[in-house]
């Protein structure tokens, strides 16, 4: 009932910076909480932030002052923008949405995925 495709990642130097885009489809009413994942080659895939209904936002520390999600209602868009990027951050992301009344970091919470795009940070 909701698709969602991740788009905008890429090869990028330490330091610099990339914009992750995630086009939601379907009937989006339904999500109230929508967020971002990612995982490291060999790694666990692992919480980045999250963004709820009301435009609030939570991040994990990692990426806290340096990341920043939003969303476009009108177009059905969530975006990621990752700033002062280190090779530590590199990972497939993946963009996640959540049916429910309150906004979780949990992902066996969220109910539908997209397939991924690779950010890869050089030094």
């Known amino acids: 009932q909701v698709q969602l495709k991740e788009s905008g990642g890429g090869s990028v130097q330490a330091g610099g910076s990339l914009r992750l885009s995630c086009a939601a489809s379907?009937?989006?009413?339904?999500?109230?909480?929508m967020g971002w994942f990612r995982q490291p080659p060999g790694k666990e895939r692992e919480w980045v932030g999250v963004?709820?209904?009301?435009?609030?936002?939570n991040y994990a520390e990692s990426v806290k002052g340096r990341f920043t999600i939003s969303k476009d209602k009108t177009s059905n868009t969530l975006y990621l923008q990752m700033n002062s990027l280190s090779p530590e951050d590199t990972a497939m992301y993946y963009c996640?949405?959540?049916?429910?009344?309150?906004?979780?970091?949990?992902?066996?919470?969220?109910?539908?995925w997209g397939q991924g795009t690779q950010v890869t940070v050089s030094s």
């Open positions: 996640a949405a959540r049916r429910g009344i309150y906004c979780t970091t949990r992902l066996r919470d969220f109910d539908y």
């Open positions: 379907g009937y989006t009413d339904r999500t109230s909480c």
């Open positions: 963004i709820g209904v009301d435009g609030s936002t």
